[in-house]
């Protein structure tokens, strides 16, 4: 167990400190008196070189009751600055790593300032620390919850660093609540639907946390992985690539169905139920969220999509991923990650199955030659699972068209999950 | 009154749409019973050599009976690529103004495809055609209603092409609608918000138009206008400038309460009702949905904002922005586009306004230094305006924080624009 020590920091990082904020320190290290009476912002720096971790701490003085609120936002605020004490300790600032790794808080009220103290766990050498598997770049408050930008190193993903967004529910302040994972689509990261799609809104209010992981592994190296924006970089297809250049690295269907949950559940225990996962996604998402329902019977207890590729074996983005992934002659590879073959050899299992919403747009470009609704509706029918295809007259293959129907969506969700 | 001529256009352009298209009309122009049989995608081209405009159509064979609308539909989407015949008439295909320039209409069903047959007016050397006044580069169906992506050349832009979103919601084509301004903030376009803010869902149940403005003029060449984020290019502070550098093209005041809405009621005479407006805005937008409020008595039915920069003569955002464009000196002028200072001197009109609404987070970066939210809310209360201020814990100066509340902000206009 660590505690909190109030070194001085080497004056570069006190000066790029101060640059960065406006600020003048002086001469001396943190509490200043002199600053203490401005009105509005006020700096406190405490290194711990116990730890590697080094932490920052940045406080309003307010009048009202709400102080350590605010001042733990600006905590989170500030995160996303990265400092560097001398050649290789990195000063990163994380308010949910103090969470986590917190074993005691203190707080003071002096002159109109409130003094936080923390104490926390040593992150090397310490038996009862444990590192937390996710850096939290971020914490944003949004309807009532809150929005982390996480990220992390992928086994999976062949050691790469990989970012997601999770939001948490109001409700997850008080207890665990069900997930819903949003797989996206083409060129996409775990961003756009973040911001645009509209999921936020309706979780918050049925209390369902979100996942929005990434669309594929960055940086791999792989060949052509940069050349196309259907093919690599971006279009990951949730699949474990078999042909030896995408093997290592594209591993986007164990790493969503196995690592990344498995990190989740255990960093976010007290938050996230994992006996109540919802999957739903657009486009290549939209794949991804029906193939991994039907391939995982129970994992997943609710299931939807937006604009789903279907059927990639017959349409030229599937069949450009998997002759990359699996290689051309792979064809029963292929198979297994093909929503219209996987429901069409289900067997018994058909009958037990929630029912599947899916929403396709009439004046989505993609709908005629890459998506093929209709034969995964006709395989759905034969099957006999209940899937509520519904054409959307007019609209198209957008974010527009996904945050129209994303309210109903987290609704069709929520019925299972909440059950 | 001009008719749809079925002329061949020259080989290049009709190769160019060929290749844009993936399809091979072969030999001749037009319609093909060869290109009919194929399942998904008819082409056919009518150019007119009697307008300037050329049009092109293309249409989707379907056996429902929504063929018109998906056809109309592949026109918009396809309004994206512009053409060029020779060497000056462009190509530029818009159902927008075919909706607005038809005077007929035929449509013929014939094997399995739609003929749609279009009679349009002529745009030069007519007494009857009018031009229309914006560009419409896509319309896009979300919340049942349209998003219409229209561009055109200001005057009080000095001549410049400026963009905006319109949000019609479905309200609209039943009859007129009252229309809700929203002013973006720095840096912004008019897309930021059309895409994150959350205001179409509720607008689309409230029945309001929304309008989506550009932030300044676009390409002006004047001095020091790209240099920072803050001055200049996406920072026009709906001020009209008189420093002489700035005066020819930074009036977004002008733009935005006259010219543009006297453009769009013209133009969406039948949709947008000109006596029922309010205004709202983010940040720098914030500023200019108060200042233009106030500047306008009456013109504004409701007004709300979202962290606005309220005492710009007071900030170094607002002094930078006041200096570049109405010179340091002119200290009279920068007053004139001060809420707070026009907030105390309204005299006996304060009483007769409608409440304003302001949301102000108390997580926001910006909130202690530019934003000066309490000498708003003191002038207001002072000066005996009702404003409702409201400070969120917790929330930044992000679309996260707008899009939490629009919809609150939305039913505030609503309640006085449907009054």
Redesign the interface.
């Known amino acids: 167990m660590g505690s909190v020590t109030q070194a001085r920091p080497e004056p570069p990082v006190l000066s790029m400190v101060e640059q960065a904020l406006g600020i003048d320190f002086g001469p001396a290290l943190g509490f200043h008196p002199e600053n203490l009476r401005k009105p ?2 006020r700096i406190h720096i405490q290194l711990s070189r116990c730890a590697c971790r080094a932490t920052i701490i940045i406080f ?1 003085v307010t009048d009202s009751a ?1 102080e350590l ?2 001042a ?3 905590l ?2 500030f995160c996303e600055a990265t400092y560097t004490v001398g050649s290789s300790t990195p000063i990163t600032h994380h308010h949910h790593h103090l969470q986590r790794q917190v074993t005691a808080l203190s707080i003071q009220q002096a002159l109109n300032c409130l003094f936080l103290t923390v104490h926390y766990a040593e992150k090397q050498g310490s038996s009862s620390g444990t590192m937390p598997a996710f850096e939290i770049a971020q914490t ?5 919850g809150k ?1 982390l930008k996480l990220s992390h190193k992928s086994a999976e993903l062949g050691g790469l660093e990989t970012k997601l967004n999770l939001y948490l529910p109001p409700q997850a302040e008080k207890g665990k609540v069900p997930v819903l994972f949003y797989l996206s689509g083409l060129t996409c990261t775990g961003d756009n639907c973040a ?2 799609g ?1 999921f ?2 309706p979780a918050s209010k049925e209390g369902l946390a979100l996942v929005f992981p990434d669309t594929s592994p960055r940086g791999a190296g792989a060949p052509n992985e940069e050349d196309s924006w259907d093919f690599g970089t971006g279009a990951g297809f949730y699949i474990d690539a078999t042909s030896d250049a995408y093997a290592k690295h594209y591993r986007m269907y164990s790493y969503v169905t196995k690592e990344l949950p498995e990190l989740l559940f255990k960093e976010f225990g007290k938050e996230l139920d994992e006996s109540k996962v919802g999957i739903t996604g657009h486009s290549m998402g939209g794949h991804g969220a029906l193939t991994l329902f039907l391939r995982n019977p129970g994992k997943y207890k609710s299931v939807s999509a937006f604009s789903p590729i279907v059927n990639p074996i017959n349409c030229q983005w599937g069949q450009k991923a998997f002759s990359g992934y699996f290689g051309a002659e792979n064809k029963s590879k292929w198979s297994e990650h093909d929503a219209t073959e996987l429901i069409s050899s289900l067997g018994d299992k058909a009958a037990s199955l929630p029912e599947i919403l899916i929403d396709q ?3 989505d ?1 993609f709908y ?2 890459q998506l093929l609704t209709k034969n995964f509706e006709k395989a759905a029918k034969e099957a006999g699972v209940k899937a509520n295809v519904r054409y959307q ?4 293959h ?4 996904i ?2 129907f994303a309210e109903e969506h987290v609704k069709h969700h929520a019925k299972y999950l909440k059950a």
């Open positions: 509005v912002l309003r709400t609120g605010i733990e936002e600006w989170t605020t944003i408050r949004t309807f009532g929005l911001e645009k509209n936020i809104n747009g009439l004046a470009n005629p030659d007259d007019g609209y198209d957008s974010y527009f068209f945050s129209t």
